[in-house]
């Protein structure tokens, strides 16, 4: 894959690139084969590793709930024999005070998530991204160290939760935005962008395992480990990442195609899954390779496929640096909208199970802290399926809104068949099959809304390939979702607040009302764009010659 040391002739854009890299290009250890597809798969695997971390970062606070607030009627022996609680969460109102540091930090990191957009499309990414790893970090262990210094005032945790939920809103558009440069208008997009989204479930199950390795013994460490964590992954992102083409002297071009549709097919492209376009795109690219001696030689298409959809060309001249798009421009894009407020609903679900399940399968099922945590990894486990088959699908068939309304409308009522298949004790088989299943299709539309129809609609064809404009569209539609994902938890700790004695059973049964109505209200957002989805699918069965090229 890499060449021996020898001199490089070294691309004057390269010199903006990652540190490691151009260390890399200086001893000559250079990419021997398709320079696109190593950069790509590196960028990839890169900030998969970096968003990984984030949600690693972010997931222990689930599962040390259990330990601030010890379930003493349990029938775990280890719990019942020292069956202290952490100040000030021994009290009453515990629930409450859960809910202040879910809120504190979910409604800061969805604020944060607007402006961190507007900043990300302006600033260097790489820089702005390992700043706020380092900085997540750092709250991160923050939190644990409350253990270690005896903290017992809430103040300090509710402070450090906002601060981190700030800080971790750099992650998303960083991320996107770096993959988004490297994709282009890639034809299989939704399958890369749904097998690349699992970073947020294997995170999610990396996280819970750390944390419930060290929960029962010393809970500090539950956050100080994830913190180390995504520190080191910043190191490594602030010397190996590369977060567009032409940092390593390559960049991405189009020239239009000289075939045209049809006036009806132009009007219905949207519609038309990729699999039915020529080519998988509507333009074609030419494609030529940098190679070190400084030549620059033709790629034969037919024998060299993109690995992503996309040729490269060699830097000539450099560039035009696009303008960043404003707020309510990137709100005028078709679909953008809708696509929000949908995940808006869609993440207030996810999340509520993000940050109470775990405490939801120890109050039904009566396991431990530990053993709690680790069922709860199920539930992502069955998102990184759904994900990964939502992407594939709506690629096949082009229809994202379609596909999200299908999985929403099948898990509303696979809410209700979990909630009364818990209250029946179920076998452990059981319960791993339902929180899979509910993964599966809670997780699904989240992940398609998140990677593929947000950078869909970041590079949609009114915005002229103006890359920039994904750092906004991705703040807008996660930003939206992200208050969401602050109001769900929020509620479920004021719900579960209220319960007395013995009502704790009739509490949970509310919360999982709330979860029902917010599934059926993110798939009413959605109900215009899977209309005008399946017309366009009947228009094409019935007039087949409206959709070929002329």
Not at 224 to 245: K, R
Not at 440 to 469: E, Q
Request: charged letters at 15%; one cysteine or more; aromatic letters at 12%.
């Amino acid at each position: 894959m890499w060449t021996g040391p020898r001199p490089v002739e070294q691309d004057k854009m390269a010199v903006r690139g990652p540190p490691g890299v151009r260390f890399l290009q200086w001893l000559g250890l250079t990419p021997c084969w398709d320079r696109q597809k190593v950069y790509q798969l590196w960028t990839l695997f890169l900030t998969f590793l970096c968003y990984t971390s984030y949600h690693l970062s972010r997931k222990p606070i689930s599962i040390v709930k259990n330990e601030l607030h010890k379930n003493c009627n349990t029938t775990d022996h280890n719990t019942t024999a020292n069956c202290s609680s952490w100040k000030p969460f021994d009290g009453s109102d515990y629930e409450s005070l859960f809910g202040d540091l879910d809120t504190a930090f979910l409604f800061a990191y969805a604020g944060g998530m607007f402006f961190s957009g507007h900043i990300a499309e302006r600033s260097n990414l790489r820089y702005f991204l390992v700043l706020g790893m380092l900085s997540s970090g750092l709250m991160t262990a923050l939190f644990g160290l409350g253990y270690y210094w005896n903290i017992h005032t809430v103040a300090f945790f509710v402070i450090v939760q906002a601060v981190a939920g700030v800080v971790q809103a750099t992650g998303w558009p960083a991320v996107v935005t770096c993959v988004g440069s490297w994709l282009g208008r890639a034809g299989r997009r939704g399958f890369i962008m749904g097998l690349w989204n699992s970073h947020t479930s294997v995170g999610n199950i990396l996280g819970s395992l750390i944390a419930a390795a060290f929960v029962s013994e010393a809970w500090g460490l539950s956050f100080i480990v994830p913190g180390i964590i995504i520190a080191s992954v910043g190191v490594i992102a602030f010397f190996f990442l590369v977060t567009e083409p032409k940092e390593v002297g390559i960049v991405m071009e189009k020239k239009s195609r000289t075939d045209s549709y049809t006036v009806q097919a132009e009007q219905s492209t949207q519609h038309i899954p990729m699999w039915q376009l020529c080519n998988g795109d509507e333009s074609e690219t030419e494609t030529t390779e940098v190679v070190d001696e400084g030549a620059s030689l033709p790629v034969d298409h037919a024998d060299s496929e993109p690995l992503l959809g996309e040729e490269i060309k060699p830097l000539s001249g450099g560039p035009t640096n696009p303008k960043a798009i404003s707020f309510l421009g990137a709100l005028k894009i078709p679909g953008v909208i809708e696509f929000s407020m949908c995940l808006f609903f869609a993440k207030l679900v996810s999340y509520t199970f993000l940050y109470w399940l775990p405490k939801y399968i120890r109050d039904e099922e009566d396991y431990s802290p530990s053993v709690s945590g680790d069922m709860s990894t199920l539930f992502d486990v069955g998102g990184i399926v759904g994900g990964f088959l939502a992407g594939t699908i709506s690629d096949f068939t082009g229809g994202r809104a379609t596909c999200c309304v299908v999985m929403l409308v099948l898990g509303a009522p696979m809410l209700y068949v979990t909630q009364v298949v818990f209250q029946t004790k179920p076998s452990t088989s059981t319960a791993i099959g339902m929180l899979a299943a509910l993964g599966f299709l809670v997780n699904g539309p989240y992940a398609l809304i998140t990677t593929a129809v947000s950078a869909d609609l970041g590079t949609h064809k009114s915005l002229k390939g103006n890359a920039k404009a994904l750092s906004t569209v991705t703040a807008i539609i996660d930003g939206t979702g992200s208050i969401g994902a602050a109001v769900g938890p929020l509620l479920a700790g004021i719900i579960l607040n209220k319960a007395g004695a013995g009502q704790r059973a009739a509490q949970w049964d509310n919360v999982f009302y709330m979860l029902m109505a917010s599934d059926v209200l993110a798939c009413l957002f959605l109900l215009r764009l899977f209309v005008k989805e399946m017309k366009g699918w009947c228009e094409r069965c019935c007039k087949p010659e409206a959709s070929t090229v002329t």
